[in-house]
C-alpha cells in the first residue's frame, strides 16, 4: 500500500518506534520513546506533536500514544522495508547482525518501492530458484573471503548444480 506523505528520516524512526512500543506495551510513552532512541525528551514532545499534525498518532501531552490507522499503515511499511533490508544484508551478504540493522535503518529511508520490490524478488529467487540456495550464499562468501577466483571450485560448483538440478524437486 502506497501512502502519499512525505517524512523526515527522524520522523519515521519514531512512528518505527511507536509501533513497536505498540506491540510490546499496546501504547507508547514519551518517557519511553526517548529512552528507546536515545534522545532528549523535548525532543520527543516536538516530533510528537509533528506526527499529531499529519494526523499519524493520537497524542495529547503527559497521556499515552497510539498509531492512528494512517500512522499505523505508514509505521508498517517502514518497518517492513527496515525487515527486507536487515535480512538481506544478514542473511545473504553476511553482514554483522548490527551493522546490518544499523545500515539498514539509514537505507529504509532512501530506498524506492519499485527498488525494494526488485531487492524482495532477488532475495526469493536466491532461495527458489535450483541453480542457486544455501550453498551459493556460501560460495559467494568463499568467493568473497579468497578474494580471486578459483576456477577449480567453480567447475565443481557447476557440476554440482547439474546434478541438483536433474534431481526432481519435492
Not at 544484508?89 to 540493522?101: H, I, K, W
Not at 550464499?137 to 557440476?159: H, M, P, T, V
Request: aromatic share 8%.
Amino acid at each position: 500500500m502506497k501512502i502519499a506523505i512525505q517524512l523526515s528520516e527522524s520522523l519515521e524512526d519514531y512512528l518505527e518506534v511507536i509501533l513497536n512500543l505498540e506491540q510490546a506495551k499496546k501504547v507508547a510513552r514519551a518517557k519511553d520513546i526517548a529512552d528507546k532512541m536515545g534522545v532528549q525528551r523535548g525532543s520527543v514532545t516536538s516530533a510528537l506533536k509533528s506526527l499529531k499534525d499529519k494526523k499519524l498518532i493520537n497524542y495529547e501531552p503527559y497521556s499515552f500514544i497510539t498509531l492512528t490507522p494512517k500512522g499505523k499503515n505508514l509505521a508498517q511499511e517502514i518497518t517492513r522495508r527496515h525487515g527486507i533490508l536487515r535480512d538481506f544484508l544478514f542473511n545473504v551478504l553476511q553482514v554483522d547482525e548490527e551493522t546490518a540493522d544499523s545500515t539498514a535503518c539509514r537505507m529504509e529511508h532512501a530506498i524506492d518501492s519499485k527498488s525494494l520490490e526488485m531487492l524482495l524478488s532477488f532475495f526469493d529467487y536466491i532461495y527458489e530458484c535450483p541453480r542457486t540456495g544455501k550453498d551459493w550464499i556460501e560460495a559467494f562468501l568463499n568467493y568473497c573471503s579468497a578474494g580471486k577466483r578459483d576456477w577449480e571450485k567453480c567447475e565443481q560448483c557447476i557440476e554440482d548444480c547439474k546434478a541438483r538440478h536433474k534431481q526432481p524437486r519435492t
